[in-house]
């Protein structure tokens, strides 16, 4: 208990020490715009916080003048749209707009972040206006060589995107070896009005394991081995701001699944509730797909089948949203085959993200699904050694996963400082 006690008391004394050494160099900047920026992802914090200096940034919401949101959308060149919100709050409130701009799928990382430190700093500024630093913000405007003529872009790929790539990894030790390997090529077109996607992938999945040794001490290996491939296309046409339809393709096989060869074909429509230029902000999307399925089984199924043709449809509700807040996301998916109405299952995804008070924050995302269509199970079940390193699908009832998190912060509210010595720690 003593070296408990001690090692509090040590670590009070050193953030006493440390926060009275902070306050002394501590860079904030008097009558400055104070700002939140949310954006939790391929966004380089402390390259911004260097690039705009004239602003203060906090840590909670709550203590901003000015609230910035960043959404990515990904464009059909591969790259992203990013749209930033801009909300005023205090003394600033009822000041509200967004810009957008396009990020080309080439861009280097350093390229990307200039080009997001550009867009937010013209941002704020109609908000920095208002504030005494203005009088130090120099704006220029870069003139335009007479040279320069403006040319009509050709697009030769005619707005087709394609991508190639290879995935693996390995591992191992004296008992045990083990190799996966994924690769994957698509071609994406993505007009005002379509969007069409092929793809071909397949992927290997191998583990030898070392179970003991014969008389002349030779290895004797027990060797688990997955694999599977697939075709996958579609193509989905906008109608107007809310409806949308669509069609796909399938065609793949899976040795967990017992799938040798297995096409797919279905229609769909889709309705958003909202309009789909809102989608950075909320979604709620109501989908019906009705289709067709023949599978080619690799092993007879339970149900006495080497092959057959399925009818089925699918019914999901998806809502999203985003704000100052927090996030929250939702679906409900429910598929049926057509020919036994008691074969379907149901499906409930979930994310949460909710800023409760001034620096506590909860996260929850989950999935629970009820299975009742397993039609592809082995006939005779799994062997024990084809359980144990999961090589065949097993029969279940409903499947889960779900994670959560909560933290607190409290303390300073004001953010300015880069340090970025050992990566920020050790």
């Not at 071909?200 to 081995?225: H, K, M, Q, T």
């Not at 043709?309 to 704000?323: E, N, V």
Request: aromatic fraction near 14%.
């Amino acid at each position: 208990m003593k070296p408990i006690i001690s090692s509090l008391l040590f670590l009070c004394l050193s953030l006493s020490i440390f926060s009275q050494d902070a306050d002394s160099t501590t860079v904030l900047r008097e009558d400055a715009l104070k700002i939140f920026l949310d954006c939790s992802w391929n966004c380089d914090l402390n390259y911004i916080r260097n690039e705009i200096d004239i602003v203060n940034y906090v840590r909670d919401v709550k203590d901003a003048d000015l609230y910035i949101r960043v959404a990515f959308q990904n464009t059909g060149s591969g790259g992203d749209k990013v749209t930033l919100f801009y909300e005023g709050q205090g003394d600033y409130e009822g000041q509200k707009y967004e810009m957008a701009y396009d990020v080309e799928a080439v861009s280097t990382n350093d390229e990307q972040r200039k080009q997001m430190v550009d867009n937010l700093r013209a941002g704020m500024m109609p908000f920095i206006a208002q504030t005494p630093l203005f009088e130090s913000v120099n704006i220029s405007i870069a003139e335009k060589k007479e040279e320069e003529e403006e040319e009509l872009v050709e697009d030769k790929w005619n707005s087709w995107l394609y991508r190639i790539g290879v995935n693996g990894w390995f591992n191992g030790q004296s008992n045990y070896k083990s190799i996966n390997l994924w690769g994957n090529i698509s071609a994406t077109k993505v007009t005002e009005e379509w969007k069409i996607r092929l793809s071909v992938s397949g992927d290997l999945n191998r583990d030898r394991f070392v179970i003991g040794y014969d008389s002349l001490s030779n290895p004797e290996f027990f060797l688990s081995e997955t694999n599977g491939y697939g075709f996958y296309s579609y193509a989905i046409r906008g109608i107007n701001d809310h409806w949308s339809v669509g069609g796909s393709y399938d065609v793949e096989g899976n040795s967990y699944s017992n799938i040798r060869l297995g096409h797919d074909l279905s229609a769909a429509v889709e309705y958003n509730l909202f309009p789909y230029e809102e989608a950075n902000e909320q979604q709620l999307r109501i989908a019906y797909q009705p289709g067709f399925r023949y599978n080619s089984y690799s092993d007879t199924t339970i149900y006495n089948k080497k092959s057959e043709f399925l009818g089925r449809h699918r019914i999901s509700i998806a809502y999203s949203k985003q704000a100052k807040w927090g996030s929250v996301s939702a679906s409900l998916t429910s598929a049926q085959y057509l020919h036994d109405p008691s074969l379907y299952n149901i499906r409930l995804r979930t994310g949460l993200n909710i800023r409760v008070v001034r620096g506590l924050q909860f996260n929850l995302s989950g999935n629970i699904g009820l299975i009742r269509d397993q039609i592809s199970l082995l006939k005779g079940g799994a062997s024990e050694e084809e359980i144990l390193t999961q090589q065949r699908e097993l029969a279940t009832d409903y499947s889960y996963w779900g994670n959560f998190g909560i933290s607190y912060s409290f303390g300073s509210i004001y953010n300015n400082v880069v340090f970025p010595r050992f990566g920020g720690g050790i």
